[in-house]
């Protein structure tokens, strides 16, 4: 059981250039997540999905697009990106939108270097 | 405004040694609670959760927190510490009925020395 798996695990871009993070999760979960986690800022939300066919904008969704392809898949796409976007950033499912299920299961995390 | 503070952004114990964590936090009613615990290079692991009723919860890996109203603060505790709990540990907050609305703090990294 693979849980949530997120490639690519590295990856450098130059100022501009566009990329897409995949994440796909194997657990049946309705719910998918794209964090950014940067030095002495932990965690921040970028977009989710509540369920199959819907997105929503987090807290820094600038500069991001995403795609809920399908049950299992949530990608994230950087158009142009920029220094600031330089971080680490991690895909998260959850069975449901509700918090008294408790918990977000992570990937392994990307880390993404922009020049 | 919704907050999470963990005041120490770096921890060092001896092995053997107990540990306390802080996170305080700023919620306009009570929140749900949760410790998050990153080791290196993988992603987060929920630790242990507070939602209602005891106010002491017991986590996987021999952790524990205690919710106390009257300080706004979830503190994450451990009787004796092991080599392996050498990691970042996040404390956040959510609304119950949403999880895209969690505040993570911006971590405490955790260094343990033999």
């Known amino acids: 059981n693979a849980g949530v798996t997120q490639t690519p695990k590295f990856q450098v871009l130059k100022t501009g250039q566009s990329m897409t993070l995949q994440c796909a999760q194997d657990?049946?979960?309705?719910?998918m997540y794209w964090y950014r986690q940067d030095p002495g800022m932990g965690l921040r939300l970028i977009y989710y999905?509540?369920?199959?066919?819907?997105?929503d904008k987090g807290e820094v969704p600038n500069g991001y697009n995403v795609s809920r392809l399908n049950k299992r898949e949530f990608s994230l796409r950087l158009e142009s990106a920029a220094p600031s976007q330089t971080s680490v950033y991690f895909c998260a499912s959850s069975l449901e939108r509700q918090a008294n299920t408790g918990e977000l299961f992570f990937g392994e995390g990307s880390r993404l270097t922009v020049l | 405004a919704q907050s999470v503070t963990q005041p120490d952004i770096h921890i060092t114990v001896s092995e053997g040694a107990s540990l306390e964590l802080r996170c305080n936090y700023s919620y306009g009613a009570t929140p749900y609670l949760f410790w998050y615990v990153q080791s290196p290079g993988q992603g987060l692991q929920l630790l242990l959760k507070?939602?209602?009723?005891?106010?002491l919860v017991q986590g996987i890996k021999g952790f524990e927190a205690e919710f106390k109203r009257s300080q706004s603060s979830f503190n994450l505790r451990k009787p004796s510490v092991h080599w392996s709990d050498a990691a970042e540990y996040f404390c956040?907050?959510?609304?119950?009925?949403?999880?895209?609305?969690?505040?993570f703090g911006t971590g405490t990294r955790l260094q343990v020395f033999p």
């Open positions: 956040a907050v959510g609304a119950p009925f949403n999880t895209d609305k969690l505040i």
């Open positions: 999905s509540a369920s199959e066919g819907t997105t």
């Open positions: 657990m049946n979960h309705n719910s």
């Open positions: 507070y939602f209602s009723g005891d106010t």
